[in-house]
């Protein structure tokens, strides 16, 4: 079928498409530059639909023809947001593997909890899918070398969801430190202090109605509901899971190492680790700590991070710096900043388009590139290297060095707040049995990736 001609056949209201048998590997799909380009969201929350909606708007030629999630309510919530802001109405998928089956869709939206992002990645790979994938694109250091394998095995464009990747602020800053102003890099330190409150267990209860739970743990392993991991209408609070999830670090420190890294010129992984954490600020019983601070070795320099929901006092760059490039936050309580400290300066580097700054001596003005928001450059991007077959920026390859940041400090903290020395051509821990145990998780028949994608 003829691209232009697909909306008519395929925006068929709201009936589950039927299931196709699930057999690898797909061929891949093939399109021209003109071509209309067809996306699929899999995973229906907040995020996955206000991106995609916004790719489609800023973007000409671009449709979704299905929404494929195994909550119901989120769906049917999609797809009416779907219809109100792009005027058609995206068919309801239940099984992300018809939508892997269905030969119209050239790239899926992947916005799923973060346990799903590798599998769901390769699975698309294998089926000739593009792939637009949320950060944090992982959950263990394997994963991120199998989501690369499957990109460069099956020729797609695989794009992270690190979006800071696309700010022209990032690029600017690229230069500046790159151009030597800045001097010899001695130390960078990233933040990500957020706020929090004391975190609560619940007990188990019925699975919801219009709930796949089992679907929904997909590659974790099988537990009974707990409202504590998930709720029908909100993301609720799987992030405090080792199963699905690397915690805040995960979540949003993600972002502020990445751009970290992306500034830097993209150092590959670090020598070592050193990784504290606990739930000491509220006294929570949760897996994922409510703080933690962590030191890598990048041999000339260290990067650290500061990360948690501690410190209700900081705040994210607020909405209106966000959106105006002539204006920058207070980077004293500014939550997600990152210093980087040269010989010549010391850059303060926001995210969310919080631009950056460079002081010196008695904190004064040396130089600053103002930025905005940049979801819609990094949307913009994706769609450009669907056509063009560019190189995405946030390409597979850094999501996964960015990723491995996260589960570094993760991995030290697990195995006792400890120094790890880490290999990063066999991405393996040198000496350390315990640490190399969390380099990959344990996945339920059905929903492993395979050692050869
Ligand atoms: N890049 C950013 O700045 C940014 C911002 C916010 C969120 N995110 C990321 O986006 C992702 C989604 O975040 P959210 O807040 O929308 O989370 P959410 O939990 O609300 O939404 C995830 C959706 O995925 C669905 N899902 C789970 N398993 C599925 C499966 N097997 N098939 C289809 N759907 C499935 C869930 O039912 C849910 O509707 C997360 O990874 C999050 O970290 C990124």
Redesign the pocket.
């Known amino acids: 079928m003829k691209r232009r001609d697909f909306l008519e056949k395929a925006i068929m209201g709201t009936a589950g498409i039927s299931l196709m048998s699930y057999t690898l590997p797909f061929a891949p799909s093939v399109k021209g530059a003109n071509d209309k380009i067809v996306l699929a969201l899999?995973?229906?929350?907040?995020?996955?639909?206000g991106?995609i909606i916004s790719t489609c708007k800023i973007n000409a030629n671009v449709v979704i023809k299905t929404v494929?999630?195994?909550?119901d309510l989120?769906?049917a919530k999609a797809i009416a947001e779907i219809e109100k802001e792009l005027g058609y109405k995206p068919q309801h998928a239940?099984?992300?593997k018809a939508v892997f089956n269905d030969k119209d869709i050239d790239a899926v939206w992947i916005?799923?909890?973060?346990h799903?992002?590798a599998l769901?990645t390769v699975w698309a790979c294998q089926a000739g899918k593009d792939v637009y994938v949320?950060?944090?694109p992982t959950i263990s250091i394997w994963e991120g070398r199998k989501m690369i394998e499957a990109a460069e095995k099956y020729k797609r464009i695989v794009q992270v969801?690190?979006?800071n990747r696309s700010a022209p602020y990032a690029f600017s800053a690229r230069e500046y430190i790159k151009s030597g102003k800045l001097g010899q890099i001695v130390t960078v330190k990233s933040y990500n202090m957020l706020g929090g409150s004391k975190w609560n267990p619940q007990p188990d209860s019925a699975i919801p109605a219009g709930?796949?739970w089992d679907?929904?743990l997909?590659p974790a392993q099988y537990v009974p509901y707990n409202p504590n991991i998930?709720?029908m209408e909100?993301?609720?609070g799987?992030?405090n899971y080792w199963a699905y999830?690397g915690g805040v670090l995960?979540?949003d420190a993600s972002?502020v190492m990445d751009l970290a890294r992306f500034v830097l010129g993209d150092p590959g992984h670090p020598k070592s680790v050193y990784g504290w954490g606990g739930n000491y600020a509220w006294g929570s019983k949760k897996e994922t700590p409510e703080f933690q601070s962590i030191t890598y070795d990048f041999e000339k320099f260290t990067l650290t991070c500061d990360s948690g929901n501690a410190t209700n006092y900081m705040k994210k760059t607020p909405n209106n710096i966000r959106m105006d490039p002539k204006l920058f936050p207070d980077w004293r309580t500014n939550a997600t900043r990152t210093e980087i400290y040269g010989t010549e300066g010391l850059m303060y580097l926001g995210r969310h388009g919080g631009g950056w700054q460079v002081k010196g001596e008695d904190s004064v003005l040396i130089a600053e590139g103002g930025g905005v928001f940049p979801?819609p450059d990094h949307q913009k991007d994706f769609i450009e290297s669907l056509r063009t077959r560019k190189k995405p920026n946030g390409a597979v390859e850094q999501g996964h060095l960015s990723a491995t940041l996260v589960h570094l400090g993760n991995i030290a903290y697990r195995a006792g707040n400890k120094q790890l020395f880490f290999d990063g051509k066999s991405e393996r821990f040198i000496g350390n049995d315990e640490a190399n145990k969390f380099l990959k998780t344990a996945y339920r028949d059905n929903y492993r990736i395979p050692e050869k994608v």
Not at 42 to 49: L, P
Not at 68 to 71: E, P, Y
């Open positions: 899999i995973g229906a929350g907040n995020r996955g639909t991106t494929c999630d195994v909550n989120k769906a239940t099984d992300m916005s799923t909890p973060e799903w992002h769901a949320e950060k944090n969801g690190f979006q709930l796949n679907a929904w997909g998930h709720d909100s993301r609720g799987w992030g999830s995960a979540d972002h979801d």
